[in-house]
T-cell receptor, first 111, second 114 residues
Framework: GQQLNQSPQSMFIQEGEDVSMNCTSS?????WLWYKQDPGEGPVLLIA?????ELTSNGRLTAQFGITRKDSFLNISASIPSDVGIYFC???????????FGGGTRLMVKP | NAGVTQTPKFRVLKTGQSMTLLCAQD?????MYWYRQDPGMGLRLIHY???????AKGEVPDGYNVSRLKKQNFLLGLESAAPSQTSVYFC?????????????FGPGTRLTVT
């Protein structure tokens, strides 16, 4: 099946620092999604990207849909303790009804 | 409005036992999904349903069965549990069409098979 590779697998940063993570695929996706999962909870959708080259922000979060349609990036500016969690990228299949998830990036923030 | 709920939250099974996980949503969503989450592997789709009375296989369907007798409920069954099925199971639901991209997840069920 399709594979999504996320990096880094984990990050331990100081509060206030900016964070970057990315997701790459061996296949093209027409839509990229970024989710956050808090401990003991299900994932929550943060940002959806629908067009190659698109740059979208949601508060301190900014995500970009790569030009090749095989990658996506998520940046978090001025991190705070509540940013702790696992961030997942997901690509949408051509039919638009199935997601393929990356392995996740675990973010830890030191106050 | 409870969103997506899952029961039970935790369960321990012995190898060979059977059980059913229940997912319920009160958002009148057409699509429902069952995923499993294993360390370092993200979420993998087990089965999904695009409407009442319909089901389809996802990426890892073997060893599981599902039923969608009512629009608001999606059941995941394990007929003969195996240790490889130890995982956290998430249910999700979404609207149809392009809005199917926005999936709402339940809190998860942690299953251990010994």
């Amino acid at each position: 099946g399709q594979q999504l590779n996320q990096s880094p697998q984990s990050m331990f940063i100081q509060e206030g620092e900016d964070v970057s993570m990315n997701c790459t695929s061996s296949s093209i996706f027409n839509t990229w999604l970024w989710y956050k999962q808090d401990p003991g909870e299900g994932p929550v959708l943060l940002i959806a990207l629908y067009k190659a080259g698109e740059l979208t922000s949601n508060g301190r979060l900014t995500a970009q849909f790569g030009i090749t349609r095989k990658d996506s990036f998520l940046n978090i500016s001025a991190s705070i303790p509540s940013d702790v969690g696992i961030y997942f990228c997901a690509g949408v299949n051509n039919a638009g009804n199935m997601l393929t998830f990356g392995g996740g990036t675990r973010l830890m923030v030191k106050p | 409005n409870a969103g997506v709920t899952q029961t039970p939250k935790f369960r321990v099974l012995k190898t060979g036992q059977s059980m059913t996980l229940l997912c319920a949503q009160d958002m009148n969503h057409e699509y429902m999904y069952w995923y499993r989450q294993d360390p370092g592997m993200g979420l993998r789709l087990i089965h999904y349903s695009v409407g009442e009375g319909t089901t389809a296989k996802g990426e890892v369907p073997d060893g599981y069965n599902v039923s969608r007798l009512k629009k608001q409920n999606f059941l995941l069954g394990l007929e003969s549990a195996a240790p490889s099925q130890t995982s956290v199971y998430f249910c999700a639901s979404s609207y149809t069409g392009g809005l199917a991209l926005k999936q709402y997840f339940g809190p998860g069920t942690r299953l251990t098979v010994t």
